[in-house]
């Protein structure tokens, strides 16, 4: 037996193999690259990442059957990204999906949302039979319509925005929200058309508007068509200005690309999540073009913020009333 | 323009090249043998380019239209109000933060009448490359096409938009400054312009960097130009992740001017000389001439109303979906 041949089998007896995965968890720098939502693909985290195989398993892993296998329920646990706090599930739900240590807010759907700020949970979802299709016979790594496909098979949602009407504290209003989801969010023709009539429901029963936007940006499936929403929504924003109706923007983790070159901008009001990642350019080509690091707090809504984008922060705690307050302030 | 040699060519362009070196060829043996008439077979070569240009420009590839749109020696936003125009009078700054050399505009004289001209720029040479910042606009460059478009509103001048840019600056000062917010704001408020635009893709047309000056009522696209929502390359990266699909790309998006006009997300197609304008300016710039006066005496005719809400509509109208049986939904 050769001196290494002896380290490695002491290592082996000394540290619990187990060990490994999770120092390997710990040690690696989380960082989201917001393009990379708009692929529609979500890959496992460290999926890439590749470690040389130092040591030998000597004995089988698991050995226990698959008949035998304990089942332990999915998202029973929840673990903040940003403080490593963890608790469960049910205590997360009930402080908002904001972790109750740090503030930090986890990104939610349109159907959280509406829980959160309609009135004992009703509000009546419109314009939900819009549905994406494949008109330009996009693929790349895959059909778009597969892409369609599979979202609609597994998740609830038709598209990457819904939008519904309901009261807050009493106070009606439009709010159309985004599912991150959905091909992250991204803005399409349905989002584009959703959008417009929701401005034309605004117009007829004279209500304010807001968007609650969470997107990497334009849809690339869909090419040009989706560079069109950009000019399309604003130009119903226009309408919606004319009648004097409030257009509040409510920006949150993350909104980037096309979202923030159109509406997500033109808010009466712009105001955001704590925290939120905003911006036009993703930052990892922000870091390729300038070839620097980016300072800390770069785009975040504080940094907005400070730089005049923003007219507040908002916690989601606080965002039912502080919208109500608004409404009635605009119509009084 | 440039003439040969100094002319440059692209791959698929090499056969006119080593059509122009066989002219070199014939025209030093003519030096060389006095006696001999060379005078048929150098014709016969200049023919022979002609045509090449126009075999060429038959097949084109997307991706090898999205070359010609980037060929070194491609006319910029410059040169075309400076052949189409008299009396340019430049402007510059936004009135806030600088000047953005990566955009420009001015008031100019176009067969009579006066019309605001503005455009990306992009730099002839290594130099004025990087001082034009590669046509990449920052936010100040967005305000000040807005400042320009202001002046010509209050003076009632129609407004030229020419576009040629690989995309908005993605840089760190511009996100300080709000590229999105400059870049939705100008989208807004071109919407509501009381004066008639005229947008031309003349060149690149890449996404919000596009968009931030392409609002109007009437869209034109030089025949060998692209307009779309991302670069190919940017989307080979992301979608294919990997840079190396960007012909595929390319091709996937559709961005061609003739794939954008039968999508109806352009107007008009604007011819281009044989082989693309680079090889000829002046023809480049009278061809696009006459579309843009055409298209102002069109639209002249609206009130500043109607014009704002055909533009809602024109552009309300772009978009495909589905819709399917079962309305509201009572949670």
């Known amino acids: ?332 | 323009m440039p003439q040969y040699p100094n002319r440059q060519f692209l791959d698929f362009e090499q056969p006119i090249k080593e059509l122009y070196e066989h002219i070199e060829e014939n025209k030093k043996l003519a030096e060389k043998n006095a006696k001999v008439d060379y005078r048929g077979i150098i014709q016969q070569l200049e023919d022979s380019i002609v045509d090449k240009r126009k075999e060429i420009t038959q097949h084109l590839t997307p991706w090898q239209r999205v070359q010609l749109s980037r060929h070194p020696d491609r006319p910029y936003t410059l040169k075309y109000i400076e052949n189409m125009t008299t009396n340019f009078v430049e402007l510059h700054g936004d009135r806030n933060v600088k000047d953005d050399k990566a955009m420009v505009g001015g008031f100019a004289d176009l067969d009579g009448q006066t019309v605001m001209f503005i455009g990306q720029q992009k730099g002839i040479n290594t130099k004025a490359r990087q001082l034009r910042n590669f046509g990449m606009a920052n936010p100040e460059g967005y305000r000040k096409a807005l400042r320009l478009m202001r002046l010509a509103e209050k003076f009632n001048k129609p407004v030229v938009t020419l576009i040629d840019t690989p995309g908005a600056f993605p840089g760190l000062e511009a996100e300080e400054r709000g590229q999105g917010e400059a870049i939705a704001r100008n989208i807004y408020e071109m919407i509501r312009l009381k004066v008639p635009i005229i947008v031309v893709i003349i060149g690149e047309g890449a996404s919000g960097g596009a968009l931030g000056i392409g609002v109007g009522d009437k869209v034109l696209m030089m025949e060998n130009t692209w307009y779309t929502v991302i670069s190919p390359e940017s989307c080979s990266s992301i979608l294919w992740r990997s840079w190396d699909k960007k012909e595929v790309a390319a091709e996937q998006l559709r961005l061609t001017s003739l794939d954008m006009k039968s999508f109806g997300l352009v107007d008009e197609i604007v011819p281009e000389p044989l082989g693309g304008a680079h090889w000829d300016y002046v023809e480049s710039a009278n061809i696009l001439k006459s579309y843009i006066l055409k298209s102002i005496e069109e639209f002249k005719q609206y009130t500043p109303e109607q014009r704002m809400n055909m533009r809602i509509e024109k552009f309300g109208k772009m978009g495909f979906w589905d819709e399917v049986e079962e309305t509201e939904e009572m949670q």
């Open chain 1, 1 to 332: 037996m050769t001196a290494e041949h002896g380290l490695k089998k002491l290592l082996i007896h000394q540290t619990p193999y187990f060990c490994y995965p999770q120092f390997r968890i710990m040690s690696i720098k989380k960082e989201e690259d917001i393009d990379n939502s708009l692929s529609g693909e979500n890959i496992p985290e460290h999926a890439t990442e590749h470690k040389g195989k130092w040591y030998k398993r000597l004995r089988k892993g698991i050995t226990t059957s698959t008949a035998d296998k304990k089942e332990t329920p999915e998202g029973l646990w929840n673990k903040c990204p940003e403080c490593n706090y963890i608790c469960t599930t049910a205590e997360l739900k009930e402080h908002l999906y904001v972790c109750p240590k740090c503030n930090y807010h986890h990104r939610i759907g349109s159907e959280d949302y509406y829980d959160i700020l309609f009135d004992n949970q009703e509000y009546i979802v419109l314009f939900d039979n819009i549905r994406s299709k494949d008109f330009l016979g996009f693929t790349d790594l895959k059909p778009y319509q597969k892409r369609l496909d599979e979202i609609h098979a597994k998740t609830d949602l038709k598209d990457s925005m819904r939008v519904a009407v309901g009261k807050l504290n009493g106070q009606e209003m439009v709010i159309a929200c985004m599912d991150f989801e959905f091909i992250g969010g991204s803005l399409g023709s349905v989002m584009g058309e959703k959008f417009s009539r929701a401005v034309d429901y605004c117009i007829e029963y004279h209500l304010p508007y807001m968007v609650i936007s969470k997107s990497g940006g334009a849809r690339m499936m869909e090419s040009a068509f989706s560079l069109m929403q950009l000019a399309k929504t604003s130009g119903k924003l226009a309408q919606l200005s004319d009648a004097q109706l409030p257009f509040i923007s409510l920006l949150t983790d993350p909104t980037f690309g096309g979202i923030s070159a159109s509406f997500g901008m033109l808010g009466d009001l712009n105001i955001a999540e704590p925290g939120a990642l905003i911006g036009f350019a993703g930052p990892r080509v922000i870091k390729e073009t300038i070839k620097k690091d980016l300072p800390p707090g770069f785009q975040r809504s504080e940094f907005l913020l400070d730089h005049g984008f923003l007219d507040f922060i908002v916690d989601r705690s606080k965002l039912k009333d502080r919208l109500a307050q608004l409404i009635v302030l605009f119509r009084n």
